[in-house]
């Protein structure tokens, strides 16, 4: 085996871009890759970072109808018939959370193709984990867009896990908003389970992802939902997905594990009430390494939400990263607890970040605060959990 973990990148997915007023920024791309490269835990001159190609309209089609991809396409002209602007709410593309821009089109087949490239490179033996950070747009519906998402690339990517490999996938989304727009589109695929750990429906977006969708027809019992309560905390979010997560690995035994790593269950995090640590976001990636070791070993991982882009995206996906690749700064700071971020990194951004970046890839959690309801919430956080592996337990 070459290398044994890919970290895939195309910089034209920094123009996955919705204006400068807009949450969704992929400026923590960069912020991202020029932490770990301070690390020394990347090596953008190394085969192990790969340069994906972007995917064909085929590809797109098996997720997404033709009426939409043919909007989508006309939408992108730089100056598209007045006609079709009137339209754009009926697919989600109009002012509001997903507003289209020039270009579309192309930009997002080609972020597609990153996560298309990352299952390729995992099944066909080239490595056994492949990162693809500009990934993760998961609330994207097979005829609309939503929840800043074009185009749906982890359910593309599975897709052709399924047609080209015969693959039994599971896809786990760690996104604090739950993974609609994937659970649509696998809901009755029996090859195909889907968990998601994310901040109850009742107050935040996309508003689904209760314990009792469970998949319909054949794929009934191949669907899980772990909605939590507003302020959960570590603890309890980690018994929730720990739980679940192994459960569900040893009954669907899957051939490759997709997940996803929206970082905005942090308790910085301005678009959710979660109230999680950096300590989730060292703990889950090692989680997932542990569950794909049950079965295959193959495991794709990608990108997602995550709107604190100075002081929590870059340390989040650093650490995914330094997991896959199993990189010694993880010991390290298992064993002590903390280490300090890269000085050359701190110096390089700090004038340019809105807050104080911290100094340590974990966080002091005195700083975060408590919840003094924390044990109420434990509790409800348990009793979801019972409901939503009810059938499994
Ligand atoms: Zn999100």
Redo the contacts with the bound molecule.
């Keep these: 085996m070459a290398a044994s973990a890919l970290f895939i990148h195309h910089p034209d997915n920094l123009k996955y871009f919705f204006g400068d007023t807009h949450p969704f920024n992929q400026k923590r791309l960069d912020l991202t890759i020029s932490l770990l490269r301070a690390a020394n835990a990347l090596d953008v001159d190394d085969p192990t970072f790969h340069i994906p190609p972007a995917v064909d309209d085929e590809l797109l089609a098996s997720v997404h109808t033709q009426e939409y991809l043919s909007f989508v396409k006309a939408l992108s002209e730089q100056t598209p018939d007045p006609t079709l602007l009137s339209q754009a709410g009926k697919y989600g593309l109009d002012d509001g959370d997903t507003p289209h821009f020039p270009g579309m089109h192309d930009v997002t087949r080609q972020v597609v193709g990153g996560s298309v490239s990352a299952v390729e490179a995992v099944m066909s033996g080239r490595t056994c984990h492949a990162l693809h950070l500009g990934g993760g747009l998961h609330h994207a519906m097979a005829n609309r867009a939503g ?1 800043f998402c074009i185009y749906n690339d982890a359910s593309v990517a599975i897709s052709y896990a399924r047609s080209r490999y015969k693959a039994k996938v599971l896809y786990v989304d760690t ?3 739950h993974g609609d727009g994937v659970q649509m589109s696998f809901y009755t695929d029996p090859s195909v389970c889907t968990f998601s750990i994310h901040e109850t429906g009742k107050y935040l977006f996309p508003g689904t992802g209760y314990a009792h969708e469970r998949g319909e027809g054949e794929g009934f019992g191949t669907c899980f939902n772990m909605p939590v309560e507003p302020y959960t905390e570590d603890e309890s979010w980690l018994e929730c997905f720990t739980d679940m997560l192994f459960r569900i690995v040893d009954v669907f035994q899957p051939d490759l594990i997709i997940s996803q790593h ?1 970082c ?1 269950a942090h308790a910085w995090d301005p ?2 009430h979660v109230h999680c640590s950096m300590d989730i976001y060292l703990q889950m990636p090692l989680l997932l390494q542990q569950a794909a070791e049950r079965c295959s070993g193959r495991w794709v991982a990608l990108g ?3 709107y604190d882009i100075w002081r929590v995206v870059p340390r989040a996906w650093g650490l995914l990263w330094l997991v896959m690749s199993g990189h010694p700064l993880v010991g390290e700071l298992l064993q002590h607890g903390n280490a300090p971020l890269p000085e050359a990194w701190l110096e390089r951004w700090s004038p340019y970040s809105p807050s104080r970046l911290p100094t340590a890839w974990l966080d002091d959690k005195d700083a975060l605060g408590s919840i003094p309801r924390r044990e109420e919430i434990a509790i409800k956080n348990r009793q979801t959990k019972q409901l939503a592996m009810q059938f499994i337990e």
């Design positions: 929840g996104d604090v908003h929206g905005d678009l959710a997602g939400g995550g």
